[in-house]
């Protein structure tokens, strides 16, 4: 049964810092794995979704990587500012469409 | 361009009454169609997927049931609300494959049962 685990659960950093969200995930066969944003109280925006066959994928001043061999996946935020601050949930397929980690709960402080 | 729209936005509702929650998608044809409940301190659980009209997986036995009537249409139902159904609901759609293809979401329902 795949799981997804999120550490930290919760983070805190002066604005302009570069920070690291880690993933991890138990059964390596993937097919690719997400990475979602979420906003108080609302949906999940769609950030970036890496396939399998990739190790990395670049949305602007954010950088996911993926190593499967591992199980491990990491979102690199460069430059923080204070509008990303939001829960990030990583995702993979497993017995369902998608299996979940509990987020990690980011706060940027101006 | 493909758009997602759940409602309503808040929902409350006493213990005992019924539940019909909407979610429909424009601009694709056949999407595959999920929901899910976020309950406070708990992770996103899957409730219901669906990959055609009238094909429906459970994935959780619950006091819940979907049902996809059109293309393009997912309803979330209950017959008697229980306080454990408290909970951010949210519907997602996500195009070809089931599993190698980006899940996108709506704007999510907060019910409250009293």
């Known amino acids: 049964k795949q799981e997804v685990t999120q550490i930290p659960a919760a983070l805190s950093v002066p604005e302009g810092e570069n920070l690291v969200l880690n993933c991890s995930f138990t059964?390596?066969?993937?097919?690719?794995l997400q990475w979602f944003r979420q906003d108080p109280g609302k949906g999940l925006t769609s950030l970036l979704l890496?396939?399998?066959?990739?190790r990395e994928q670049t949305s602007g001043r954010l950088n996911a990587s993926l190593d499967k061999s591992s199980g491990r996946s990491t979102l690199y935020i460069a430059a923080s500012q204070p509008g990303d601050s939001a829960t990030y949930l990583c995702?993979?397929?497993?017995?369902?469409?998608?299996?979940f980690g509990k987020g990690t709960r980011l706060s940027v402080i101006a | 361009s493909q758009t997602i729209h759940q409602w309503p936005a808040t929902l409350v509702q006493p213990v005992g009454s019924p539940l019909s929650l909407e979610c429909t998608v424009e601009?694709?044809?056949?999407?595959?169609l999920y929901w899910y409940r976020q309950a406070a301190g708990r992770g996103l659980q899957l409730l219901f997927y669906?990959?055609?009209?009238?094909?429906i997986s459970s994935e959780v036995p619950q006091n819940l049931s979907a049902s996809r009537p059109q293309d393009r249409q997912f309803i979330l139902s209950s017959k008697k609300l229980l306080l454990s159904d408290s909970g951010f609901y949210l519907c997602?759609?996500?195009?070809?494959?089931?599993?190698?293809?980006?899940?996108?979401f709506g704007d999510g329902t907060r019910l409250s049962i009293l």
């Open positions: 995702a993979v397929p497993g017995n369902t469409p998608l299996v």
């Open positions: 059964d390596s066969a993937i097919y690719n």
């Open positions: 890496i396939q399998s066959s990739q």
């Open positions: 601009g694709t044809s056949n999407p595959n």
């Open positions: 669906s990959v055609g009209i009238g094909q």
């Open positions: 997602a759609y996500s195009l070809l494959g089931i599993r190698n293809q980006p899940q996108h």
